[in-house]
């Protein structure tokens, strides 16, 4: 492995997530929670995420295009898999890796909306805020980062390094 920029360390993404658990837990306590996970990006850390809210739940998934095989963002959002619960009065939170342009937490929460779900609420691990093309709101925010293209835990480029148990700068080929 070469040069690698680890931005998150383990020990800080273990911090991140229990105290994301933590808020989530006093927050939606007695609520009908559905999470409903992003894939493939969001899978590493929801995986961890869940095991640490304490309130009865249920999971879906949901997996969508936006970014091809480049580190640019198409606009376009394409639904590659659809939700198998129904959402109908309950109170929904999404869990995303990285909020960048907004583009596809905009299009999945005015969907779960059009499905008539009670309440969408945003959960993301990483947060590019200076890179917004659409005013939206992240409920819960692990990390604000600046502009960088990060991989690992669960982060992609061009489908590697989501198994990095880390955060890092992708700035060519870690191994
Ligand atoms: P948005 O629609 O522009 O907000 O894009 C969100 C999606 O783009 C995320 O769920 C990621 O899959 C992807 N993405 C954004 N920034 C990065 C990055 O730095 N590394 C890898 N994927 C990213
Ligand atoms: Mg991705």
Redesign the pocket.
Known sequence: MTDVKKLISEEEITAIVNSLAAKITEDFAGRDLLVIG?LK??SVFMSDLIRQIKLPLELDYMAVS??GSS?K?S?V?RIVKDLEADVTGKTVLII??????????SYLTKYMMSKNAKTVKVCSL?N?PS?R?IDIVVDYVGKEIED????GYG???DEKYRNLPYVAV?EGDLY
Not at 96 to 105: H, K, N
Not at 148 to 151: D, E, I
């Open positions: 992003i990006g969001a936006s970014y580190t963002s606009g959002v995303e890796d990285i909020v960048d342009t907004g583009l596809t937490i990483l590019k890179r093309k960088y293209f990060v991989v982060i992609d480029y992708y």
